[in-house]
């Protein structure tokens, strides 16, 4: 059974509920309410974006300054945008390191990596300081080669280029048995571990951060639209029913910044699903999976997987919507077809599953950017920072741009803002009605190589040549 074909799938429709992860982290606390912002109020500084880029923010100016007056804007509640629907994985990029090195110079390629790295053990040592049950988990990450063809987050030249830059033990290379004892799946040929990464319930993580920061008295507004800046010193942040006049203003939206002007042709927004099984801790044991250690397979669309704390399996990937500019209408949370596939996945890695329920499905929109790293840009008079394009890997990304954005606003020059990520765009994503279909060409292109290669036939020219177009422009991006 191949991970695309159409095969029956016992799970609900995607669209119908929040993800699994919010669900659960509301069910256990719920937290005190924020209600709307209804009124003109005044404050040091004025967060857009109530994810982990805007919470993480705010926790880092608080801690820097803790007589700032933040005030935080939410659209919908805190972590109901990406921040609640993402796999949980807190990673490093020691798998694109040579990406990185090319975008940035090989030096600071490596210290932002590194940052990253260094990222997944404090944020952490964070949560348990602060009392966080997150689910927080640092016990790696399998990079799997599922098949002859696959290279990813397993490949064999990124575990040799780690090992060139003196970093071997970022990324030690596994054999097939190696792979299959951190789960027993047929599929798995060898690949990597990634020992500096972690899973967390990414909701529980980001509802944990909501209620630190209002104990340290910031200002949450929930169910809060802004419907626009006026660019001025100070600035003025203006909502449905009221605005917040500030020094300073964060810009951390996330894909929503797609239907901002300034930002529209800043990325491309691509939509990821995922799907969770019933508590199945019995067949876990069956399949060998003991550890907390994720999982990530090498096709170009990858599958990524993780183990929750109540027995579950959730798994996202193998396949991508693409959103049209800043419109996130019902394609972008209730496209069954594609969460299938991330459903289909989980029985194509591990057949021993045939028969579970899958009883969770979710999606939402990515800001991918061409260099798929994040970029930071200041807009006009030199108060409105904006912190965007995490492209996916926001967990960690997002704590180390909290760091860059904090020293932004308080106007200091450091570690964080000499860091190379620290920059605007590399480029600017086509503009609309173009960017969608070249956007589709690529990711469709990318799904049809897998299927050939996965039914043991040549991916064909065609398809490798629009499938490898983003990275091959975005290798062109560097120096």
Not at 17 to 38: H, K, M, N
Not at 231 to 255: E, F, I, K, Y
Not at 322 to 334: E, P
Request: with cysteine.
């Amino acid at each position: 059974m191949s991970g695309g074909h159409s095969v029956a799938v016992d799970m609900p429709d995607p669209g119908s509920a929040r993800s699994f992860w919010l669900q659960e982290a509301l069910a256990v606390d719920p937290g005190v309410s924020c209600p709307p912002l209804e009124s003109a109020i005044s404050a040091d500084v004025c967060i857009v974006g109530g994810g982990f880029a805007g919470l993480w923010t705010a926790v880092e100016l608080t801690e820097r300054d803790p007589g700032l007056r933040v005030v935080l804007l939410e659209q919908d509640i805190c972590g109901g945008g990406a921040s609640g629907r993402n796999g949980g994985f807190v990673s490093p990029s020691w798998w694109d390191l040579e990406g990185l090195c090319r975008l940035f110079g090989h030096d600071e390629g490596i210290r932002y990596a590194t940052a990253l790295a260094d990222a997944v053990m404090q944020i952490g040592s964070w949560l348990q300081t602060h009392h966080v049950d997150a689910w927080y988990h640092h016990e790696g990450v399998l990079g799997a080669r599922a098949g002859s063809w696959q290279g990813g987050v397993g490949a064999s030249d990124a575990a040799t280029f780690c090992a060139k830059a003196g970093l071997a033990d970022r990324m030690r290379p596994l054999t097939a048995p190696e792979a299959r004892a951190v789960a027993d799946s047929p599929r798995f040929l060898g690949g990597a571990f990634l020992k500096d990464s972690a899973t967390v319930q990414p909701a529980r993580m980001a509802r944990g951060l909501r209620r630190v920061l209002l104990e340290r008295g910031v200002h949450i507004f929930e169910r809060t639209p802004v419907t626009g800046i006026q660019h001025t010193d100070p600035a003025v942040v203006t909502t449905s029913h009221g605005r917040v006049r500030a020094p300073q203003v964060v810009l951390t939206t996330g894909a929503w910044a797609a239907a901002w002007p300034g930002f529209r042709r800043s990325f491309g927004v691509i939509v990821d699903y995922m799907v969770a099984t019933e508590p199945i801790p019995d067949r876990l044991e069956e399949i060998g999976w003991s550890s907390n250690a994720g999982i990530a397979d090498g096709r170009d669309l990858l599958f990524y997987l993780r183990k929750t704390d109540d027995g579950r399996i959730a798994i996202g990937g193998g396949a991508s919507g693409v959103a049209f500019g800043g419109r996130f209408g019902r394609s972008v949370t209730h496209d069954r077809r594609v969460a299938e596939v991330a459903a289909r996945g989980l029985l194509w890695l591990f057949p021993q599953l045939e028969g579970v329920r899958f009883t969770h499905a979710w999606g939402g929109p990515i800001d991918q950017t061409a260099s798929f790293v994040p970029f930071y840009r200041t807009l006009d008079p030199g108060n409105v920072h904006a912190g965007l394009g995490f492209s996916g890997h926001g967990l960690s990304q997002t704590f180390v741009g909290s760091k860059i954005l904090a020293s932004k606003v308080l106007g200091v020059q450091d570690e964080w803002t000499s860091l190379g990520v620290n920059r605007p765009e590399f480029a600017k994503a086509p503009p609309e009605p173009l960017r969608w279909p070249l956007v589709k060409m690529a990711t469709t292109a990318l799904r049809a190589g897998d299927a050939r290669e996965e039914e043991g036939r040549s991916r064909g020219t065609v398809l490798d040549l629009i499938g490898s177009a983003p990275i091959r422009f975005r290798d062109r991006l560097g120096g």
